[in-house]
């Protein structure tokens, strides 16, 4: 490849806009991957019409004279924004005054957003795992409180608990199994004088 | 029910960005039943490893195995209402990712498996800070911890980090595993007492049923 067909392949492949413009600002000419962006030669005639330009204060012959290149957003055609640096060169040289606009990407903007990216994904990703796994633990309590709502068949003289397989269980093997509940021995004053008082 | 076809046409996805049709697959197989562990190990585990792979043979750029993590890592999410099972769980794991080790899928995919195993995982995440592992741990009190290394150069980190567990919590069991050991950081394991090396999800299946 001769050094002529390089920049050809460079301008038309490289995340840079190239942009051959009248100094009002019509846009003559530009690259492939400005045509792609943008939609082609002819879905603009000025400059100005592809800057989204909230204040409306871009001024095409202050850009020219700026030494320091430009920071521009523009909308592609799908509707996708995004931010080049822009550079203007006037070619005096040339017939027909010519401008040449020429836009790069930020390369540490993409670097510090796939960064911030990756860890806003992980993030979201762990707190997502934390939510689902607290939910199922929730559940779980919620299901226990289920059990221990309602009615519940007790025996009027042993106090036995008829439990959901129809089978009677002590009280305490009922509590013990359906709550978290420790049971801890000892003696109400009625059954301490039923059992214990000597006549 | 996985097959070869739908594994493909899954890893193409996955390196293309397509996130929606690798849902799609993963949701298609979670309705045809297919067993959570089959997903984990013929599907993330698999797919993870070829794009790794790929990467190294510089066939894909580091930013499309970065999105390929990335989407696998929210895939992992349409599992997680089938994983964490409603039921008491008596053995718990604390699963974290070395100081400075960015790398967390393959920890995660760890912490998720123990839960197929009917273990409690705790996950911490990437670059977990030592003294929030060892409060963690303190907190939890659990019967297993894992820590898991990508990154080769990592591994001295790694070893400060094992000997402050070990210092701390002398009677639980540490496991250790993840890519940078393929690459040669068994050697360093050598050198330290009482630690259990995983070199993959077969393998942890093991430490888990005998835990």
């Given amino acids: 490849m001769d050094s002529s067909a390089f920049v050809r392949y460079l301008t038309d492949h490289a995340p840079i806009l190239f942009l051959t413009l009248g100094r009002d600002g019509s846009i003559f000419r530009m690259n492939r991957y400005a045509a792609r962006f943008l939609g082609g030669e002819s879905a603009f005639r000025y400059f100005q019409d592809i800057l989204v330009n909230f204040n409306d204060s871009f001024d095409m012959a202050e850009a020219v004279d700026s030494e320091d290149a430009l920071l521009l957003s523009i909308a592609s055609t799908d509707g996708d924004l995004q931010s080049f640096y822009f550079h203007f060169l006037t070619q005096d040289d040339c017939p027909g005054t010519d401008v040449l606009a020429f836009g790069h990407t930020d390369a540490e903007d993409f670097s510090l957003m796939q960064g911030e990216i990756v860890n806003l994904n992980q993030q979201l990703s762990n707190m997502t795992r934390d939510l689902q796994k607290k939910n199922a633990k929730l559940e779980m309590a919620m299901e226990q409180v289920r059990q221990l709502q309602g009615i519940i068949p007790i025996c009027m003289h042993c106090h036995k608990i008829r439990n959901d397989q129809e089978i009677w269980e002590q009280l305490e093997a009922y509590l013990y199994e359906h709550t978290d509940a420790q049971l801890s021995h000892g003696i109400c004053p009625d059954c301490m004088e039923k059992y214990y008082t000597e006549d | ?211």
């Avoid at chain 2, 400075?100 to 670059?127: M, P, R, S």
Wanted: glycine share 8%.
């Fill in chain 2, 1 to 211: 029910m996985l097959t070869e076809t739908m594994y493909q046409d899954y890893l193409a996805c996955l390196i293309k960005g397509d996130r929606t049709r690798c849902a799609e697959t993963v949701t298609s197989l979670l309705d045809r039943r297919v067993e959570i562990k089959t997903l984990y190990l013929e599907l993330f585990q698999k797919s993870l490893y070829d794009v790794g792979l790929m990467w190294e043979a510089n066939k894909i750029s580091v930013a499309r195995e970065h999105l390929a993590t990335a989407i696998t890592e929210s895939l992992l999410s349409l599992i997680y209402p089938e994983l964490f099972a409603k039921e008491e769980k008596t053995r718990s794991v604390v699963i974290s990712c070395a100081v400075n080790e960015f790398h967390q899928v393959g920890g995660k995919i760890v912490a998720d498996f123990c839960e197929i195993h009917g273990w409690d995982a705790y996950f911490l995440g990437a670059n977990t800070p030592m003294e929030q592992l060892l409060g963690f741990i303190d907190e939890v009190r659990p019967d297993l911890i894992g820590l898991s290394l990508s990154v080769y150069f990592n591994l001295p980190r790694l070893k400060k980090e094992i000997r402050a567990i070990q210092s701390n919590f002398s009677r639980t069991d540490l496991m250790v595993g993840g890519q940078a050991f393929a690459l040669g950081g068994e050697k360093m394991l050598s050198s330290v007492a009482n630690i259990n090396y995983v070199p993959g999800l077969d393998e942890l299946e093991g430490i888990l049923a005998h835990g």
